[in-house]
């Protein structure tokens, strides 16, 4: 949610692990509480933006990098891999059959298929100084 | 309509629109981000609504909503506004939204989200007893 003041402070990228991108080293590790598979959304800072209506600063866009999950811990550091998917609009088929002879024939069950492959993808431009915050 | 009124005043102004990110491998221009003012409502990665508010009478108050996407939530910056990344962009109102690439003045402010999203809507087909 958008509750500014429970924000801690954020961390930084300060090693990106190969050039494709999919993983990163943030400056928070064992010691600050973290723990394997938490999130965190990893971003830079852009360019001030304008209202276009009012003419009014609206301050520093945050450029989104992707989200990542902590796949290794160190005592300072931790390892984060992403966990963006393809964009797209969500396509995820679910069946309900609830009938007496659903229910008497075992198909009584819900049935959830993907319409299509999920496919992860590397943080986009990710580099050293980038910021990260827990999502 | 009063109970309609009241609800959309809950409901954060749509302040700008940006183009960037988006998956790199594909084609074409980058997807929109609209920049929302803070709002407790919408939460990290919920899937979004986007309508558009056309209004009926010059200078009256009722509108028509139109649906013309659908988005998810993509960040909630460190000052409270809200990143919308646009998912979808329904074709039959291509006009407005090469308005809102634009960056057209006046046509922002009657975008407005919802943290919801209609039956049918999500990409998400449910059956039942089908």
């Known amino acids: ?135 | 309509m009063v109970a309609r009124q009241q609800a959309r005043h809950r409901l954060p102004r749509t302040r700008a629109a940006l183009l960037f990110g988006g998956d790199p491998s594909v084609a074409g221009e980058p997807p929109v981000t609209l920049l929302l003012d803070r709002s407790d409502v919408f939460g990290s990665n919920l899937l979004v609504t986007i309508y558009y508010n056309e209004p009926l009478n010059v200078g009256g108050a009722e509108s028509f909503e139109w649906l013309i996407g659908v988005g998810r939530v993509s960040n909630t910056q460190e000052d409270g506004r809200i990143q919308i990344l646009v998912l979808s962009e329904l074709a039959t109102h291509v006009e407005i939204w090469q308005r809102i690439r634009r960056r057209e003045a006046g046509v922002l402010r009657h975008v407005v989200v919802k943290p919801s999203v209609p039956y049918g809507e999500a990409g998400v087909e449910v059956r039942i007893n089908e």
């Open chain 1, 1 to 135: 949610m958008s509750d500014v003041s429970t924000r801690t402070e954020l961390a930084r990228v300060v090693h990106v692990v190969d050039s494709s991108g999919f993983e990163a080293v943030i400056s928070r590790g064992a010691r600050d509480e973290l723990k394997p598979g938490q999130r965190f959304l990893v971003f830079a800072y852009g360019p001030e933006v304008m209202d276009p209506d009012s003419g009014e600063n609206l301050g520093r866009i945050e450029l989104v990098r992707g989200r990542g999950e902590i796949i290794h811990l160190q005592d300072s550091m931790a390892t984060i891999r992403s966990v963006e998917k393809r964009s797209g609009r969500p396509s995820k088929r679910v069946i309900r059959d609830t009938s007496m002879l659903g229910i008497a024939t075992g198909r009584g069950q819900v049935i959830e298929e993907d319409w299509a492959a999920e496919e992860v993808l590397p943080f986009r431009d990710i580099s050293v100084g980038d910021l990260a915050k827990p999502v």
